[in-house]
């Protein structure tokens, strides 16, 4: 499954525009080309990467990179080390389970507030369409704009909470290389039962039930620790494959060359 272009890859960092000469910012070409490699596997976990290496690959300044590095940093896509310098994250199986968690309370105070908030005005009509849309997009039975359709429904449950800081706070505590990955490589089976969540909070804030809705939206965080764990080991077994691929070439003596 392709990624949708329209969406940025970094999920919670908007860019004016992803290209080097298109009149947008340099740093958010930079951004965007280092976040698309790593999610496509030309730069691997644990790999470093070098200011001055990337200066010359993207023909930008040494500034541009280091800035957008440092917002790469932020958005856990790298690591920057005293002495080391930046390097692919490796997102380990505690730091994942405790960055979940974090989002499981964050998800269903979003949706217990917007079950609360359901008698405000035009908050019904707002749930009405998003059960039609539930039901537009399993009718279509195709995962192919589930990464947009999934992002404009939790929007709709989060503005409707009436907390601004909910949307925000959950973009803080996520790995957005996962969360990239996983909508690449969404599985007809995983979509499926995130229609099924989407449809259990959609009808318990309709209905003003704030425990169901609160419940269901933590039951559907909860779902992404083991799906995020599977996505994060493959990329280290990914990296130390492509390790000893590196280290048998070098170990291999050149032919001599003969006359």
Not at 1 to 30: E, L, R, T, W
Not at 80 to 101: K, L, M, S
Not at 103 to 109: A, F, K, M, N
Not at 231 to 256: C, F
Request: neutral net charge; aromatic residues 6%.
């Amino acid at each position: 499954m392709s990624i949708d272009n329209s969406i940025a890859i970094v999920p919670f960092y908007q860019p004016h525009a992803a290209h080097k000469d298109g009149g947008g910012s340099v740093v958010d070409y930079v951004l965007t080309e280092i976040a698309r490699r790593i999610v496509d596997g030309e730069y691997l976990p644990g790999q470093r990467l070098v200011e001055a290496d990337l200066t010359q690959d993207l023909g930008v300044s040494r500034s541009s990179v280091r800035e957008a590095l440092r917002r790469l940093e932020i958005n856990r896509f790298i690591r920057i080390e005293p002495n080391r310098g930046a390097t692919v994250a490796t997102p380990a199986r505690e730091e994942i389970v405790a960055q979940f968690r974090i989002r499981e309370v964050i998800s269903g105070l979003g949706a217990r507030a917007a079950a609360e908030r359901i008698a405000v005005p035009g908050h019904r009509a707002k749930v009405e369409v998003l059960l039609n849309e539930i039901e537009e997009q399993t009718a279509r039975n195709t995962e192919i704009h589930h990464r947009k359709e999934n992002g404009r429904f939790h929007r709709a449950i989060n503005e409707m909470s009436g907390i601004p800081d909910i949307g925000d706070l959950l973009d803080q505590f996520n790995f957005p290389i996962l969360h990239t990955i996983y909508f690449r490589d969404l599985s007809h089976e995983h979509w499926m039962r995130n229609m099924s969540d989407h449809l259990d909070i959609a009808r318990a804030v309709l209905h003003g039930d704030a425990i169901a809705a609160e419940h269901f939206a933590r039951q559907h965080m909860h779902r992404m620790v083991d799906i995020a764990v599977t996505i994060a080991e493959q990329l280290g077994k990914d990296a130390r494959r492509a390790a000893r691929g590196t280290q048998r070439r070098s170990a291999t003596p050149a032919p001599h060359s003969s006359g």
